[in-house]
C-alpha cells in the first residue's frame, strides 16, 4: 500500500515538472504579446474606438461608440468608459474604466487578445479610499490604497497564472488586499464576451 502511493506521489511530481516547460512558455507568449501590442500603439499603428455607457446602460450591456462627428465630452464625463485598440482590423487591447459617483474608487482594466479573440492577459488596478484593518480593528494608515490583480491565459482560455497584491499609494507599502474595498467584476475571456462587442462591429 505504501509502495503504491509513494509511486503515485512520483507520478504527480514528474507530471507537474514536466508541466512548467509548457507554462512557462504560455507565459513568455503572453509577455511577448503585450509588449507587441503595446509597441504598435506607442507607434499610433492601431486606431482607437471609444465607448460609454451610464450606470443603468452598464447593468444592461448598452454602450454608445463615439463617432468622429460626435463630441467627446459624454466620454470624458462618463463614470464607465472603454478604449479599444484595433490592429489589422483586429480588437487587440480593450482598457475599461469605471468610477464610483461618489469618488471613492476608480477601477480601470487592460485586456490584451491572441488573434484568435480568447484573452492573453487581464491587468486590473483597482484604487480606493476605502479600508480598514477587521484582524486588529483599527484604522490602515491613510490611502488610497491599490489592488493590482494579473491573470495569464492561453490560447484555449485557461487560467495559467494569477497575481494579486495591495498597497499604499503614496508609500508603496504592502497590506493584505483583505483589508480593502473591492467591486466584484466579471472576467471576459474574449472579445465576443465583452458587454460592448456588438457596438464594435457597427
Known amino acids: 500500500m505504501m509502495a503504491r502511493a509513494t509511486t503515485f506521489v512520483l507520478f504527480i511530481c514528474v507530471f507537474l515538472l514536466s508541466s512548467l516547460p509548457l507554462l512557462a512558455d504560455s507565459i513568455s ?7 507587441k501590442i503595446n509597441k504598435a500603439i506607442s507607434e499610433k499603428k492601431t486606431t482607437e474606438v471609444l465607448l460609454y455607457t451610464t450606470p443603468d446602460g452598464y447593468a444592461e450591456n448598452r454602450w454608445i461608440k463615439v463617432k468622429q462627428t460626435d463630441s467627446a465630452t459624454s466620454f470624458d464625463n462618463s463614470y464607465f468608459k472603454a478604449k479599444v485598440f484595433v ?16 469618488g471613492d474608487w476608480i477601477n480601470s482594466r487592460e485586456y490584451y487578445f491572441y ?24 484604522s490602515l494608515p491613510p490611502g488610497p490604497y491599490v489592488i493590482e490583480k494579473r491573470i495569464y491565459l492561453n490560447k484555449t482560455g485557461k487560467e495559467i497564472r494569477s497575481l494579486q497584491k495591495a498597497f499604499i499609494a503614496s508609500t508603496k ?4 488586499a483583505k483589508y480593502l474595498q473591492k467591486i466584484d467584476i466579471e472576467v471576459y475571456r474574449d472579445i465576443a464576451s465583452l458587454p460592448f462587442s456588438k457596438e464594435l462591429n457597427r
Open 173 to 176: 507599502e504592502e497590506i493584505p
Open 115 to 138: 488573434e484568435n479573440g480568447k484573452t492573453a492577459f487581464l491587468f486590473e488596478s483597482h484604487l480606493t479610499h476605502l479600508g480598514y484593518n477587521l484582524d486588529q480593528n483599527k
Open 87 to 102: 490592429l489589422h482590423n483586429k480588437v487587440v487591447k480593450a482598457v475599461i474604466d469605471i468610477e464610483s459617483q461618489a
Open 29 to 35: 507568449e503572453v509577455r511577448t504579446l503585450y509588449d
